[in-house]
């Protein structure tokens, strides 16, 4: 069965620092990966997609399907992305998403 | 773009009665809209898949009785749950997609909470 793990619930750094947000996956097809991002009292939104190979708010994610991680990194980090992060997996064609159980990002000043 | 919206944010209700959380897609025509589920501190889990027109198709462990889901329109999807519990408080995510190559986009949620 598919699955996605976040192993770390919180994360916490200070202004400037480097973050890497851990996402592994487990699924016997061809892998569609995300990053969603929820913001504090605001809804879920798309950060990036791994189809893309785009920087996102700095933010960059590659697939690595020998390792089945989808890491999320940035080289600065900034106050403002402090936020809850979510790493998802699509399956059945796209269709479906499975979320893993998400990092809380705290950036310090 | 890609604006969903979902209502009411907040519900009250006594054990018994029913719910009915309404979910759209205000810019765009949303093929496909996914209804969730998020316990405190847990991430979402999907409950059900509905295609408009069509029947909704219900996850594994997910009382199809229980949660009705309706996609009559494009544009609207609405998640009634009957008969309300206390159990069946959570926080109810919806989503929705154009193109199934398109991801989804999410509503703010509805907290629903029965006494």
């Known amino acids: 069965a598919q699955r996605v793990t976040q192993p770390e619930k919180l994360l916490s750094v200070f202004k400037g620092a480097p973050v890497e947000l851990k996402c592994n996956y487990s699924?016997?097809?061809?892998?569609?990966l995300f990053w969603y991002v929820q913001y504090s009292r605001q809804r879920l939104q798309l950060l990036l997609r791994?189809?893309s190979r785009e920087s996102i708010k700095g933010f960059t994610a590659d697939l690595n399907k020998g390792e089945t991680s989808f890491h999320l990194k940035k080289p600065f980090a900034q106050e403002e992305d402090s936020a809850m992060y979510y790493c998802?997996?699509?399956?059945?064609?796209?269709?479906?998403?499975?979320f893993g159980t998400g990092t809380r990002l705290l950036v310090s000043p | 773009g890609a604006v969903v919206s979902q209502h009411p944010s907040w519900v009250i209700c006594k054990s018994g009665t029913s719910v009915k959380i309404e979910c759209r897609s205000l810019?765009?025509?949303?093929?496909?809209m996914f209804w969730y589920r998020q316990f405190p501190k847990q991430s979402l889990m999907l409950m059900a898949t509905?295609?408009?027109?069509?029947?909704?198709?219900?996850e594994q462990g997910v009382e199809k009785d229980k949660f009705l889901i309706n996609h009559a329109s494009l544009t609207l999807s609405t998640l009634t749950v009957t008969s309300a519990h206390p159990e069946d408080s959570s926080f109810y995510i919806c989503?929705?997609?154009?193109?199934?190559?398109?991801?989804?986009?999410f509503g703010d949620g509805t907290r629903l909470s029965i006494l």
């Open positions: 998802a997996l699509a399956y059945t064609g796209f269709q479906k998403l499975v």
């Open positions: 989503s929705a997609r154009g193109d199934i190559l398109e991801p989804q986009h």
């Open positions: 791994h189809i």
């Open positions: 699924y016997s097809g061809s892998p569609e």
């Open positions: 509905s295609n408009e027109g069509s029947k909704a198709t219900y």
């Open positions: 810019d765009f025509q949303a093929t496909t």
